[in-house]
């Protein structure tokens, strides 16, 4: 997922989070660390201790060690996040002709769906105009909108209900890479009110 999700020389960051304890641990650094086997079996060991596993959605600047919106470098994804109701969503955004087919869902657990678009030529402000439009139209989690959003990685165990949850991946068009104008234009942000 992380090879597909990304390119080469992207930087991202890794968040870790034990919904028992409260704890989180945060990795930042080239997608190359993140791909080697070693990295995996630590995600494994700490995943097994009952640590959620997540991703950012978006690259971050190279040397920076942070996951704030102002640490994102490029916009990789248009992210959707619904906690319920996913195949319903799913069905709706298969009707939607203005919208292209996502470039992959993640099912987080039963019926819950992160769906992603790969894309380019979007900015932060952008994009999150975007992600809450389009939130707010399908009735998805319109908290799941900045350009410092999180998704599971693929492959490891949703420890947050029990019982847990393999997070699994669906591919649909992972090749292309959509541009602003494959999506509906957001509505401006309302001007700030005088002082």
């Not at 997540?54 to 959707?80: C, E, M, Q, W």
């Not at 992959?104 to 932060?124: A, D, K």
């Not at 165990?157 to 992972?174: F, G």
Request: proline content about 10%; charged content about 25%.
């Amino acid at each position: 997922f992380l090879r597909t999700a990304f390119e080469p020389d992207d930087w991202i960051a890794v968040f870790l989070k034990s919904y028992e304890t409260g704890r989180a641990v945060q990795r930042v650094g080239p997608v190359s660390i993140f791909l080697e086997p070693r990295f995996h079996a630590w995600l494994r060991a700490m995943n097994a201790r009952k640590y959620n596993c997540y991703v950012g959605a978006n690259s971050i600047r190279p040397g920076v060690r942070a996951r704030t919106k102002d640490s994102i470098g490029t916009v990789r994804h248009v992210f959707l996040e619904t906690d319920g109701d996913g195949h319903q969503l799913l069905a709706a955004l298969a009707g939607r002709p203005d919208l292209p087919a996502p470039s992959y869902t993640i099912e987080s657990s039963p019926n819950r769906f992160h769906v992603l678009w790969r894309v380019t030529g979007f900015t932060t402000e952008y994009v999150e105009r975007l992600q809450k439009h389009l939130a707010r139209e399908l009735g998805t989690d319109t908290a799941a909108t900045p350009c410092s959003q999180t998704t599971r990685i693929p492959g490891y165990r949703n420890q947050k209900r029990s019982p847990t949850h393999l997070v699994t991946v669906r591919y649909h068009s992972t090749e292309d890479r959509y541009a602003p104008a494959f999506f509906p234009t957001p509505p401006e942000p309302p001007p700030p009110s005088p002082k």
